[in-house]
């Protein structure tokens, strides 16, 4: 399993970014995508995660109504649309992948991990 993030850049605090997350080496029905962040000196903390069969969805308290997870089947990619963003925000964005289908936010439950993109939000 391979998982490539991007998207990331530096915005202005209240703009707007589009991560995307690219999975590629199986057939991901019956899996979990999920995005973390991971901000200088902290944990990694979970954002939001999607499951691809049927496309629920789950979020933190700290994005939700501010973030969108949403999934494409044919191009394999997860995306994250982040809106009215805050300096708070900036951090090293993931994606991860874990099998099933409960919508998982432990992040040691994530079985595969992509490289990371850093997200720089200034006020």
């Known amino acids: 399993v391979q998982l490539q993030a991007s998207g990331g850049g530096l915005v202005q605090a209240g703009g707007s970014l589009r991560l995307s997350c690219l999975a590629s080496g199986r057939t991901f029905s019956g899996y979990v995508m999920g995005w973390f962040r991971q901000a200088p000196g902290k944990e990694r903390e979970f954002v939001a995660a999607i499951r691809w069969n049927g496309g629920s969805t789950y979020y933190s308290d700290s994005v939700r109504g501010r973030f969108t997870i949403s999934r494409d089947n044919a191009k394999t990619t997860v995306y994250l649309q982040m809106n009215k963003l805050r300096p708070e925000d900036t951090a090293v964005y993931y994606c991860?992948?874990?099998?099933?289908?409960?919508?998982?936010?432990?992040?040691?439950?994530?079985?595969?991990w992509g490289q990371g993109t850093l997200v720089t939000v200034s006020s």
């Open positions: 991860g992948v874990v099998e099933g289908r409960r919508l998982v936010n432990r992040r040691d439950e994530y079985e595969y």
